[in-house]
């Protein structure tokens, strides 16, 4: 099972899913409608401007996503780090005739974009997939990007400095344009695997193959040499050389606007889509945005703070902390200092990251009242907090100053090992 379809079956018998037959517009109803379910599955039947539906929040829980990749929510980070170091080659690939009903010019007014926010620049595609190769090398890579939608088959990109970036990078240089696939409407862990952080040489569609157990299909495309995981929609064309419009506002993790920037340029020539399409919308600042961003870095803070101490248990970047400027480290505390070493890899390891704290195991960092508790009972500000002035931190944090620094803090919520019983929970000893 890797599409969307099967695994919107499972959750239709796990969890429940609001159905909207009421007439919306994709002109900011779409977003209220969304905003006003935050955690629930929602299918959109009738969309003024659209024969098409709307499916969103399939990724808005760790529990859906845990149940995407056949594990418990404390399982995820470790369930991630085996297929980030175990990527299956894919074997199965499939013609686009064999998925897809209908093959035509593209024309992006025929799916139904939202526009969330009325300062948006404009219809924004939100949980589309980017396929691309290395124009030397040949290695696939597949990474989620938001896209403004600029016309009828053009589309505004935001690249951010990582492997699609230096892709178009290389063509660029090459006064060569850079071929590329969009697949909207995919599987969870499909998903996931696009938003992982992987060495450059590593396909994300083989970390995603890993997550289907070696069972994953590809889609051959028509007028680019691509292959695509199996989607809902799928666009074809190509990143235009030396082009740059205006891309933005957007409203971004943090639920505040981001900045109008100079991205490239998509020019799309060709499009597919299943017989009765779902178009996934993911909702910007909500929880299918925050998960998909924040819970594949939270395997790479794992790895690195166990470079320092061995016997970290858990890592989540918390939701009240947008997954991205905040982080709970759970560790069995062995030596004092531990918890001080915990906080300056975890800050080193995810470099927006802001404010960490570090608790011991006897703390479920997925319940932000234990997180609390442990800091209300265990901080002695003057001993336990670092306090870390004129570091790199998140563009995305409103508070940073316009160099980029921000000034990082460390909470150390772990007990001392010398007076263990005096800060011992009866409730949970006794």
């Known amino acids: 099972m890797d599409n969307l379809r099967d695994f919107l079956t499972e959750l239709e018998n796990e969890y429940k899913v609001i159905e909207v037959d009421e007439e919306i517009s994709l002109k900011y109803q779409v977003a209220q409608i969304l905003r006003n379910n935050p955690h629930d599955v929602v299918l959109i039947n009738n969309i003024t401007e659209s024969n098409k539906k709307i499916i969103s929040g ?4 760790r529990e859906k996503i845990a149940r995407a990749l056949n594990v418990k929510v404390p399982e995820i980070s470790g369930r991630i ?3 980030m170091e175990n990527p ?24 139904p974009i939202p526009t969330y926010y009325r300062k948006d620049a404009g219809p924004y595609i939100t949980a589309g997939v980017i396929i691309a190769k290395n124009p030397e090398t040949g290695i696939r890579n597949a990474s989620i990007h938001r896209m403004l939608v600029t016309g009828d088959n053009r589309l505004g990109v935001r690249i951010v400095p990582r492997n699609l970036y230096t892709y178009n990078q290389m063509a660029e240089e090459q006064d060569q344009p850079l071929d590329v696939a969009i697949a909207i409407g995919i599987h969870p862990a499909t998903l996931l695997a696009s938003c992982t952080s992987i060495p450059i040489s590593t396909d994300e569609l083989e970390v995603a193959n890993e997550f289907h157990q070696g069972q994953m299909k590809l889609i051959k495309c028509d007028s680019v040499d691509l292959e695509v995981p199996d989607c809902e929609i799928l666009l074809e064309g190509k990143i235009l050389p030396h082009i740059r419009e205006d891309e933005g506002p957007f409203v971004d993790l943090t639920d505040t606007y981001d900045v109008v920037r100079q991205e490239p340029v998509i020019e799309l020539k060709k499009m597919h889509y299943k017989q009765n399409p779902l178009f996934h919308a993911i909702m910007p600042a909500g929880m299918e945005h925050k998960l998909l961003q924040g819970m594949p870095q939270e395997p790479r803070i794992f790895n690195i703070v166990r470079n ?19 982080a709970a480290v759970s560790i069995q505390k062995q030596t004092q200092g531990d918890g001080k070493n915990v906080l300056m890899a975890a800050l080193t390891a995810h470099p927006s990251l802001k404010h960490c704290v570090v608790v011991d195991d006897d703390i479920n ?16 500000g003057d001993d336990d907090v670092l306090i870390i002035p004129g570091a790199r931190g998140s563009s995305l944090d409103p508070t940073a100053t316009p160099d980029g620094t921000t000034t990082k803090i460390g909470i150390d919520a772990t007990k001392p090992l010398d007076k263990l019983d005096k800060f011992k929970r009866v409730s949970q000893s006794e």
Do not use: M
């Open 365 to 380: 960092v997925f319940n932000s009242a234990d997180l609390e508790y442990a800091i209300a009972t265990r901080v002695k």
């Open 88 to 111: 299956l080659p894919v074997e199965i690939y499939e013609k686009t005739s064999q998925n897809f009903q209908t093959s035509k010019k593209a024309d992006l007014k025929e799916i």
């Open 308 to 326: 320092t101490v061995p016997t970290i248990k858990n890592v989540i970047l918390t939701e009240g902390g947008c997954c991205w400027l905040h």
């Open 58 to 61: 399939i990724c808005n829980s």
């Open 81 to 83: 780090i085996k297929a």
